[in-house]
């Protein structure tokens, strides 16, 4: 016994593992919404949902030092809601409506595993792509105020599966970005060919999908910012379109303030409604102490051609105010007003107004 204590130790100290690092996040939310309908129509709820500030989740992170500068990496992120699995609200600050909760599971994530180095960086897997960081260039990031969830930036994009990015070391400040998805041909065959008992998936056999390049210019000196990406999805499925979104930001911070500036544009072949689009933000955070507020003003004007004589404009005003009880603990309130023109029946969103509160706690 004694002497396999003495290998298992010998073998530990000349054994090579890679690091692996556990972060998360806790960000439960309390809500009230209140949306107006088209025709005039007005509902109200009050909920525990999640995400008002941060995405819920806990992320495996590894890395393994290959030697000559060459670094190993993975990381795997899972969503889930920060509240109990068997209730029945919480489908997001974003959204304010019912749907059963995920406490831990498939509740999505970024996925990916990599090489790092002097060339810079390569990720295979669901990355983040280019797009999101432009996105997310708000006080809001992606969560309730942005105007993510309400496309008020174009289509959102966070991550695709099937993705191969690369990003540059830092030239002079500026650092480049590429991901590119891979398409997938159809084959109303393939399945049946491969045996499946299930007839109807049988039936559709392969999808076609289009692929995606996203790519991003990023620049950062001292108070200034500025960013640049341009998402292309080729056509794929009768349910795909050719689309294509650039969008563009800067900042630039003067002391405890930073002012933020961007916009967007976005079309899709032939024309596609909620596609054809182009918008702009302004926003500012302000820290005084412990405390930082926000607020944002974010437009989008409809290009779509068959709403030319009531094009279905959208905006969304947002403010904040976050609390730092420490490094890893935060407090915070958020209220946001979405408006959409031209609508008149009762299964579309004329208006929403939501004001909410919560805790963010991060390890």
């Known amino acids: 016994m004694k002497k396999t204590l003495v290998a298992l130790a010998a073998f530990a100290a000349t054994a090579s593992f890679a690091d692996v690092t556990l972060t998360g996040t806790f960000d439960p939310t309390v809500i009230k919404t209140s949306t107006t309908y088209g025709a005039g129509a007005v509902g109200n709820q009050t909920n525990m949902t999640y995400n008002g500030r941060g995405t819920s989740q806990i992320t495996f992170k590894v890395s393994e030092d290959l030697g000559g500068g060459l670094t190993a990496i993975a990381l795997m992120e899972n969503d889930f809601q920060a509240q109990n699995k068997e209730d029945q609200y919480g489908k997001g600050a974003d959204q304010g409506a019912p749907a059963a909760g995920i406490n831990f599971g498939s509740g999505g994530g970024e996925i990916y595993t990599g090489l790092t180095g002097g060339f810079g960086t390569i990720k295979l897997g669901a990355p983040n792509t280019p797009t999101l960081s432009t996105q997310a260039a708000n006080p809001f990031g992606t969560k309730l105020g942005s105007g993510f969830g309400e496309g008020i930036q174009g289509t959102a994009h966070v991550r695709q599966s099937q993705t191969v990015n690369y990003t540059s070391p830092v030239f002079s400040g500026l650092t480049l970005a590429w991901g590119h998805t891979f398409g997938v041909n159809s084959d109303a065959n393939a399945s049946a060919a491969a045996g499946a008992a299930n007839a109807a998936i049988a039936a559709g056999g392969v999808t076609q999908v289009g692929a995606v390049d996203d790519i991003g210019a990023f620049y950062a000196n001292g108070p200034v910012t500025a960013a640049l990406t341009q998402y292309k999805a080729a056509a794929g499925a009768a349910n795909t379109v050719n689309n294509v979104l650039t969008s563009y930001n800067a900042s630039y911070t003067f002391g405890a303030a930073k002012v933020m500036v961007g916009g967007h544009t976005e079309s899709a072949v032939s024309g596609t409604s909620g596609q054809d689009n182009s918008g702009s933000f302004y926003a500012v955070t302000y820290t005084t102490g412990a405390t930082t507020f926000m607020g944002q003003i974010a437009k989008q004007s409809d290009k779509y051609t068959a709403n030319a004589?009531?094009?279905?404009?959208?905006?969304?005003?947002?403010?904040?105010?976050?609390?730092?009880?420490?490094?890893?603990?935060?407090?915070?309130?958020?209220?946001?007003?979405?408006?959409?023109?031209?609508?008149?029946?009762?299964?579309?969103?004329?208006?929403?107004?939501?004001?909410?509160?919560?805790?963010?706690?991060?390890?």
């Open 309 to 363: 004589a009531a094009p279905q404009n959208k905006g969304i005003n947002g403010l904040g105010v976050d609390y730092a009880l420490s490094k890893n603990t935060t407090v915070y309130a958020r209220y946001s007003q979405y408006n959409v023109d031209n609508q008149t029946v009762n299964t579309t969103i004329k208006q929403q107004t939501k004001t909410a509160a919560g805790v963010q706690v991060n390890f």
